[in-house]
């Protein structure tokens, strides 16, 4: 880590640079450039925002600690594992856009996601519940099996195609939402509201709907 930190201190722009792999935790990168870098498979923590990562790679690699409520525009977090996260109060129209990224078993109890680019995001096992998803796009396959979304607020959510196999979401609020061809077997949805609610062709069993 001393090794990098005086390379960082010495030279700012590690532009198309080869990082695949590299562990970059703990490291500061205020006015660094990592236009183009490979960090394919690298080991990141929310620091690396401080850098410029216009057309960076990222696919596979970790990162740790980020606020999504305050994450820049023009990142592409496909396939990006992202531990720890936290979602504080957002700023005014920010919209939150993790497309693709790898969020499994995430803490977003009450978060506020209303909007949010969330298409093919893997949120298997992520606690959800109370969230705000209103008006949020869960579509492209996303996956949220066995999370849990109790009391979250999905109205005219897009859940087209995604995965909810055994998510609990007993009591949220789906009224007007998309769950256009979505996976609800073994889905809790006891005293969900799901007035208005597209469920053409919505894989599901009757235990787990019961009255629909």
């Given amino acids: 880590m001393v090794r990098w930190q005086l390379r960082l201190h010495l030279r700012k722009d590690f532009s198309f640079e080869q990082l695949a792999g590299v562990d970059?935790?703990?490291?500061?990168?205020?006015?660094?450039?990592?236009?183009?870098?490979?960090?394919?498979?690298a080991s990141l923590d929310g620091h690396i925002l401080e850098a410029d990562l216009t057309d960076a790679v990222l696919h596979n690699a970790s990162i740790a600690g980020l606020d999504l409520a305050r994450l820049p525009d023009g990142i592409d977090f496909a396939r990006v594992r992202l531990l720890e996260v936290?979602?504080?109060?957002?700023?005014?129209?920010?919209?939150?856009?993790?497309r693709g990224a790898d969020l499994t078993g995430a803490d977003l109890r009450a978060a506020d996601l209303r909007g949010a680019d969330l298409r093919a995001v893997n949120?298997?096992?992520?606690?959800?519940?109370?969230?705000?998803?209103?008006?949020?796009?869960?579509g492209?396959?996303?996956?949220?099996?066995?999370?849990?979304?109790?009391?979250?607020?999905?109205?005219?959510?897009n859940l087209a195609y995604a995965d909810l196999l055994g998510a609990n979401l007993r009591e949220a609020d789906l009224r007007e939402a998309n769950i256009w061809q979505t996976d609800l077997r073994m889905a809790d949805l006891t005293a969900a509201n799901l007035a208005g609610a597209d469920l053409c062709g919505a894989i599901r069993d009757s235990t787990a709907m019961p009255g629909i």
């Avoid at 936290?86 to 993790?98: E, G, L, N």
């Avoid at 949120?123 to 869960?138: N, T």
């Avoid at 396959?141 to 959510?157: D, K, Q, S, V």
């Fill in 123 to 138: 949120l298997s096992g992520a606690d959800l519940r109370g969230a705000k998803l209103a008006g949020a796009d869960l």
């Fill in 140 to 157: 492209g396959r996303a996956n949220l099996r066995g999370a849990n979304l109790a009391g979250a607020t999905l109205f005219a959510a």
């Fill in 86 to 98: 936290r979602c504080s109060s957002r700023r005014d129209s920010h919209i939150v856009r993790v």
């Fill in 24 to 41: 970059l935790r703990h490291l500061r990168f205020r006015r660094v450039s990592l236009r183009g870098a490979n960090l394919t498979g």
